[in-house]
T-cell receptor, first 116, second 114 residues
Framework: GAVVSQHPSWVICKSGTSVKIECRSLDFQATTMFWYRQFPKQSLMLMATSNEGSKATYEQGVEKDKFLINHASLTLSTLTVTSAHPEDSSFYIC????????????FGPGTRLTVT | AQTVTQSQPEMSVQEAETVTLSCTYDTSENNYYLFWYKQPPSRQMILVIRQEAYKQQNATENRFSVNFQKAAKSFSLKISDSQLGDTAMYFCAITNQAGTALIFGKGTTLSVSS
């Protein structure tokens, strides 16, 4: 159980366009989801915390207008990279918390974004 | 703010041997949880082992065990009987009891050779 999926697994887009990445909890309801960014051979850096039905909380240095996060249901959170630039190319990973007071988090398989 | 330090960027070990990965952390929280995650070449994050800070007993999961030294804020991972499939990047992470997002160390790349 506790499976998290991401779609797409990889995407290539042109500079200036927007791309949406979906994160779904398949067999549980996730009140909180997290978005991380990972550069090659580096650690995961938290970008934002997404709570169902409310605005996301962004980490310092993350542009809210560039990385739009929506958590409209208990099983779906989306990350939209707006006006993408080559420096936005990265590996984006989401995770979902199993329950409100649970420390358990389950990770999606990640999405590789390449901006040309 | 919570921080996690992994001082070994890379390590290598022969099959069947034992290896220990180091991790130190800093937190002002009284209740927190510590984790080791494995990220193989597929890049899927896999939970290896977790430790509740209030538990003195070291966690064990099959070939994986931790040495949790709360006063020293140290949380090392021991892998016994290393297998080729253990080749991966290993991340140490911390969270608090509320389950807020994980803070990761920079990772240790482990290579297991035959």
């Amino acid at each position: 159980g506790a499976v998290v999926s991401q779609h797409p697994s990889w995407v290539i887009c042109k500079s200036g366009t927007s791309v949406k990445i979906e994160c779904r909890s398949l067999d549980f309801q996730a009140t909180t989801m997290f978005w991380y960014r990972q550069f090659p051979k580096q650690s995961l850096m938290l970008m934002a915390t997404s709570n169902e039905g409310s605005k996301a909380t962004y980490e310092q240095g993350v542009e809210k207008d560039k990385f739009l996060i929506n958590h409209a249901s208990l099983t779906l959170s989306t990350l939209t990279v707006t006006s993408a630039h080559p420096e936005d190319s990265s590996f984006y990973i989401c995770s979902a918390r199993l329950a409100v007071y649970s420390y358990e988090q389950y990770f999606g398989p990640g999405t590789r974004l390449t901006v040309t | 703010a919570q921080t996690v330090t992994q001082s070994q960027p890379e390590m290598s070990v022969q099959e069947a041997e034992t290896v220990t990965l180091s991790c130190t952390y800093d937190t002002s929280e009284n209740n927190y949880y510590l984790f080791w995650y494995k990220q193989p070449p597929s890049r899927q994050m896999i939970l290896v082992i977790r430790q509740e800070a209030y538990k003195q007993q070291n966690a064990t999961e099959n070939r994986f065990s931790v040495n949790f030294q709360k006063a020293a804020k140290s949380f090392s991972l021991k892998i016994s009987d290393s297998q080729l499939g253990d080749t991966a990047m290993y991340f140490c992470a911390i969270t608090n009891q509320a389950g807020t997002a994980l803070i990761f160390g920079k990772g240790t790349t482990l290579s297991v050779s035959s």
